[in-house]
């Protein structure tokens, strides 16, 4: 079975800094994994994904995850924190043969100070 | 391009009232499906429908919820009876049904019940 792990609940940084969320998969194929970022009130938005091209993906809004396989990881990076980033943020896997399916982490919490 | 629409945006019931929730996706896209997001957690699948048919509610609790999809567009999401545990964000989402996966999300309904 598939499933994702997002090491933490909570990431505050400040403006400027480089943002890191990880997250960690499970499963017994190759994965389709995502990205995607709820801001209060809106709707999930896509903003990233892997499917087995490149392993470095880069995403909107300067965003980008690296697929690793060999430590299980679709961690994500930015380099340089905006105000606007302050969201939550979901990893995401398909599960297999599942007519896209997806299967949720529990979110992180990403709050930006001045 | 319009996005996935959803009424109403939020909803305060009574535990045992009967609810239902509107969805229209975008135009052209085959697959639609309905999640439950709960204060704190990923959203979660509760059906997928392919066209006009069902192709997975597993998770969706069959006994108090329904959910159909008339003519492979619009789609309603009924709760009857509801329970306090119900309370969460009923997300829509569709997608062209092809092998990309990308889900596109509208804003959600807040459903509270007390």
């Known amino acids: 079975a598939q499933s994702v792990t997002q090491l933490d609940s909570h990431v505050s940084v400040s403006e400027g800094t480089p943002v890191l969320l990880r997250c960690n998969y499970s499963?017994?194929?190759?994965?389709?994994l995502f990205w995607y970022v709820q801001h209060p009130n809106k709707g999930l938005q896509l903003l990233l994904k892997y499917t087995s091209a490149a392993t470095l993906v880069k995403g909107i809004n300067g965003f980008e995850a690296e697929f690793k396989k060999s430590e299980t990881s679709f961690h994500l990076t930015k380099p340089s924190a905006h105000m606007s980033d302050a969201a939550e943020y979901f990893c995401?896997?398909?599960?297999?043969?599942?007519?896209?399916?997806?299967?949720f982490g529990a979110g992180t919490q990403v709050v930006v100070t001045p | 391009e319009a996005g996935v629409a959803q009424s109403p945006r939020y909803k305060i019931i009574e535990k045992r009232q009967s609810v239902a929730f509107w969805c229209n996706p975008i135009?052209?896209?085959?697959?639609l499906y309905w999640y439950q997001q709960i204060l704190g957690q990923g959203p979660k699948l509760l059906i997928q429908f392919q066209n006009n048919g069902v192709v997975d509610d597993s998770q969706l609790p069959k006994d108090r919820f329904s959910a159909e999809r008339l003519k492979g567009v619009d789609s309603t999401l009924k709760i009857q009876p509801a329970k306090l545990e119900d309370s969460a964000v009923y997300l829509c989402?569709?997608?062209?049904?092809?092998?990309?996966?990308?889900?596109?999300f509208g804003p959600g309904t807040r459903l509270t019940v007390l």
């Open positions: 995401v896997v398909t599960l297999t043969d599942s007519w896209g399916k997806l299967q």
């Open positions: 135009s052209g896209h085959a697959t």
């Open positions: 499963s017994s194929y190759s994965p389709s």
């Open positions: 989402a569709s997608s062209l049904g092809d092998n990309s996966n990308e889900q596109f």
